[in-house]
C-alpha cells in the first residue's frame, strides 16, 4: 500500500493550486488576453498552465511516498552429508542408491522450503561432494559453520546423514554450536564391530639427527580377533623397494585387544626417509586397510665438519678437540700441516695452531678459505710466522719482539655482543691459569671485536687476547695465545668439570661457524612433511647485487617425484616477493628445483619435501548411530535411516516451528526522485506552446 506524506502542512497543498490558478487567471483569463482566440481555448491552455504550476510548486514542497513491502521467507533446509572415506567404504555397492533417494529427498523439500546442501568432512562446503575422498571428519565444524551462516535467517531444519565417526575436532555432542533448529540424523554405516586388527597410532618425532637412535612406538589394536596372530614389522622404504628394519610377533589374547610395541631405530642417511609400520592380516579380517601406517621422519645432517689443523703435535689440539666433540652437531677431525692431504672446502669451520709458519705457508689453503668463505680461528703462539700472520687477517697485528714469551691471563672487555657470556663464566675466567703470548706489540683492527684482553702479571693492558670479527664476508678469530689447555685443566680441578671451558670454546665456534644466507635467490617451505590433504605453498625471494627484494623478472618451479613424474609451476607475484600454491599432491618424496634469471644470471634453487598419507578413516570403520540419535534429541529431531528418507519432508512440514515467515518493511521515496513526473511537466508546457504556436498565439 502507498500512501504520500508532506514535511509541511497539508494546506500548503492549498497555496500551490491557488498559485496555479493565480498564474493561469492572469495569463489566459484577464481582459483582453488572447483576445482574437475561442474562450474554449483560452480555458484549455489555462488549465494546462494551472495544472504545471500547480505541480511544480507541489514538488517544491518535496514529497515523500511511503510503500509498504512485503517478503515471504521460505523456512531454510541445510542437508549436510558426510563426505569421509569411511562413509564411501560403508555404502559400498549401495552408494548410487543412497544418493538417488539423498537426489529426491532435496527435490522433495525444495517445493515448500529453500533447500541449501552441504558436504563436510575435513572442512564444511556447499554443494554436495559424491567422490568421498575426505582423510578426516569434523561434525563439531559442520554443525558450528551451519550455526554461523544461518543463526539469523529462518532456519527449519538440518538433515545430518553421517556414520557417526568423527576423528578431528570436538565431541559434536557437548560442541557449543547454538543450533536452535531441529536436527534428523541418517544414520549410515554398520554399528556391528567386525572381526578387525589395526595399527591405531605411532608416535614419532618428526625430526632426528643424522647418526642418532630414535624410538617409534605403535600402538596395536584388534576387535573380535581373541587368539589371532600376526606378525608387526618395520620397513625403510626408497624409490627402489622397501627394507626390513625390525618385526616382532603379536598374539591377541582377548575380543578388546590394545598393546604398545617400542622400536629402536638408527637414522644412518640425511634427508626425509620413509617408514611403513604393517601387521600382518589375519584371518576373516574385515579391513586390512588400517593394518598399515606410514610416517615420515626428517633426518637433519646439522653436523658441522670442523678441521683442527696444527703446525705440530701440541696438547692445545686434544684440547679444542674434546671441547667440540661432545657436541653431536660437530665432527671434528685434527690434522698436522706436514701431512694434510684432505681438501679444505670439504670443512666448515678450521682452526689454524701455530700457523702459517716459517715451515707451512700454506698459500693455497688461505687462499681457498677467503674463495669459499670458510670461517676460521687463529691460536697464534711462538711458531707463527708473524709477517704471514698479518696479512692473513687484519683483527689483530702482533710486532713480535725478539723469542721471549709473556705469561698472560684473559679479562673481559667492554662492550663485546657478538654472543653471550654466563655470569660463572665471567667471573672464573679472569682466574684461569696464564696462557703463553708472544713478546711484543698487539694492536686491534679496525675489523676486530676484542673479547678477551691481556693481563701481564698484575697489569690490565689494552692488547687483544681472544677477538673476533668479519672480514671481506668472512668469520675469523684470533687467540693471540697459545696453552689453552691449562685453561681446561685449570677447570676440571676448580670444578670437577670442563663445562666453562667448553662453554667458551663452543661459543667462539659456534659464533665464528654459524654462515648468513647470502644467496640471492630463496625458496622457503613452511615444514618438509605436508599431509596428502594439505596443499604444498613455496615463498621465493630474488635480490638484486644491492640486497633489495625484487620480483620483476619471471620465476618457474619444477617439482619431481621420486618416480619420476614431474609438474612445472610459475610462481605468482606477491608484494615484492614471490608465492605459489602447488595444491595437493600424492603421497612420496619430492625434489623440486627454483630457477629465475636477472640481470644476465641465472639462479637456482634445490630442496625437498615429503607427502605423508592420512589414514585416520580407516582406524574407526564401527559406526557410532547412539551418538547420532543423542546428537538428534539434543536438537529436538530424530533419528533415521536410508529407507525412511521418503517420509522426511512430510515430517518436517508437520511441524508447527517450521513456517514461513512474513517480513514487512516500510520504504519511503522522495518524490523527486521520480523522473516521470518530471516528464509529465515538460509535457504539459510543451503541449501549451504546441497549441499556441499552431493557433498564431504567441
Not at 547454538?178 to 549410515?188: D, K, R, T
Not at 685434527?334 to 700457523?355: G, M, P
Not at 709458519?357 to 670461517?375: M, N, T, W
Amino acid at each position: 500500500m502507498d500512501n504520500i506524506s508532506f514535511q509541511y502542512p497539508a494546506w500548503y497543498l492549498l497555496l500551490c493550486l491557488a498559485c496555479g490558478a493565480l498564474y493561469a487567471a492572469l495569463l489566459y483569463l484577464r481582459p483582453g488576453a488572447l483576445k482574437d482566440q475561442p474562450a474554449r481555448l483560452r480555458l484549455g491552455l489555462a488549465v494546462l498552465r494551472f495544472l504545471a504550476v500547480s505541480l511544480i510548486a507541489v514538488l517544491l514542497l518535496e514529497p515523500l511516498l511511503r510503500r509498504i513491502a512485503t517478503e515471504v521467507q521460505k523456512p531454510v533446509i541445510v542437508l549436510a552429508r558426510d563426505a569421509s572415506e569411511s562413509v564411501g567404504n560403508a555404502l559400498g555397492d549401495e552408494k548410487s542408491s543412497f544418493l538417488e533417494r539423498w537426489e529426491r529427498l532435496a527435490e522433495g523439500l525444495s517445493e515448500d522450503f529453500e533447500v541449501k546442501p552441504y558436504s563436510f568432512g575435513e572442512g564444511v562446503r556447499p554443494g554436495l561432494d559424491t567422490a568421498f575422498s575426505d582423510k578426516e571428519t569434523d561434525i563439531a565444524e559442520a554443525l558450528a559453520g551451519i550455526y554461523s551462516l544461518y543463526s539469523g535467517q529462518n532456519l527449519g531444519a538440518v538433515v545430518l546423514a553421517s556414520d557417526g565417526i568423527y576423528n578431528k575436532g570436538s565431541n559434536p555432542l557437548y560442541a557449543v554450536s547454538g543450533l536452535n533448529a531441529p536436527l534428523y540424523s541418517v544414520a549410515l554405516g554398520d554399528t556391528t564391530p567386525q572381526r578387525d586388527l589395526l595399527v591405531k597410532r605411532v608416535f614419532h618425532n618428526r625430526i632426528v639427527y643424522l647418526g642418532d637412535r630414535f624410538s617409534i612406538q605403535v600402538d596395536v589394536l584388534a576387535e573380535n580377533a581373541n587368539g589371532a596372530r600376526s606378525t608387526l614389522r618395520v620397513y625403510q622404504v626408497s624409490e627402489g623397494g622397501q627394507r626390513l628394519l625390525k618385526e616382532e610377533a603379536v598374539v591377541v589374547n582377548s575380543n578388546r585387544f590394545f598393546e604398545t610395541r617400542e622400536f629402536i631405530l638408527d637414522a644412518p642417511a640425511a634427508g626425509v626417509q620413509r617408514y611403513r609400520v604393517e601387521l600382518a592380516r589375519i584371518e576373516g579380517e574385515s579391513n586390512p586397510v588400517n593394518n598399515r601406517q606410514e610416517i615420515f621422519i626428517d633426518v637433519l645432517d646439522a653436523r658441522q665438519k670442523i678441521l683442527v689443523l696444527a703446525n705440530a703435535p701440541h696438547p692445545d689440539v686434544t684440547a679444542f678437540k674434546q671441547a667440540l666433540v661432545g657436541n653431536k652437531n660437530y665432527e671434528v677431525t685434527t690434522a698436522y700441516a706436514n701431512d694434510f692431504s684432505e681438501r679444505i672446502e670439504a670443512f666448515d669451520f678450521v682452526v689454524l695452531h701455530n700457523l702459517p709458519s716459517a715451515r707451512f705457508d700454506l698459500g693455497p689453503i688461505f687462499q681457498s678459505l677467503q674463495e669459499k668463505s670458510i670461517p676460521h680461528l687463529f691460536v697464534a703462539g711462538s711458531q707463527v710466522n708473524f709477517s704471514r700472520f698479518n696479512e692473513r687477517q687484519g683483527l689483530v697485528s702482533i710486532n713480535n719482539r725478539g723469542g721471549s714469551v709473556n705469561q698472560v691471563q684473559g679479562y673481559w672487555a667492554d662492550g663485546f655482543g657478538l654472543f653471550k657470556i654466563s655470569d660463572e663464566l665471567r667471573s672464573a675466567l679472569p682466574g684461569f691459569s696464564p696462557l703463553t703470548a708472544v713478546f711484543g706489540e698487539f694492536t686491534p683492527g679496525a675489523a676486530g671485536a676484542p673479547l678477551l684482553l691481556q693481563r701481564i702479571g698484575k697489569i690490565d693492558t689494552d692488547y687483544p687476547l681472544l677477538a673476533m670479527g668479519e672480514e671481506n664476508g668472512v668469520k675469523k678469530g684470533v687467540l693471540c695465545a697459545e696453552g689453552v689447555w691449562k685453561w681446561r685443566l685449570f677447570d676440571y680441578l676448580q670444578h670437577q668439570n670442563h663445562d666453562l671451558f667448553d662453554e667458551l670454546i663452543g661459543k667462539m665456534v659456534q659464533y665464528l661457524s654459524v654462515k648468513d644466507d647470502k644467496r640471492r635467490f630463496r625458496v622457503n617451505l613452511p615444514e618438509n612433511i605436508f599431509d596428502e590433504n594439505e596443499p604444498v605453498a613455496f615463498d621465493a625471494e630474488l635480490y638484486n647485487r644491492s640486497f633489495e627484494l625484487i620480483n620483476e623478472p619471471e620465476a618457474a618451479l619444477t617439482v619431481e617425484e621420486e618416480g619420476g613424474k614431474s609438474y612445472d609451476f610459475t610462481f605468482n607475484r606477491s608484494g615484492s616477493t614471490y608465492r605459489l600454491n602447488a595444491g595437493v599432491l600424492p603421497v612420496g618424496n619430492y625434489n623440486f628445483l627454483a630457477t629465475t634469471s636477472f640481470g644476465g644470471e641465472r639462479f637456482e634453487y634445490q630442496g625437498r619435501f615429503s607427502i605423508q598419507p592420512v589414514q585416520l578413516e580407516s582406524f574407526e570403520t564401527t559406526a557410532d548411530h547412539g551418538a547420532l540419535a543423542l546428537l538428534s534429541e539434543k536438537y529436538g529431531g530424530e533419528l533415521l535411516y536410508p529407507d525412511g528418507i521418503a517420509g522426511l519432508p512430510e515430517k518436517i512440514r508437520s511441524r508447527e516451528t517450521v513456517k514461513p515467515v512474513i517480513y514487512e518493511t516500510a520504504l519511503t521515496h522522495p518524490a523527486l526522485n521520480f523522473k516521470w513526473l518530471f516528464g509529465l511537466i515538460l509535457l504539459l508546457l510543451g503541449a501549451e506552446w504546441a497549441i499556441r504556436r499552431y493557433k498564431g498565439a504567441y
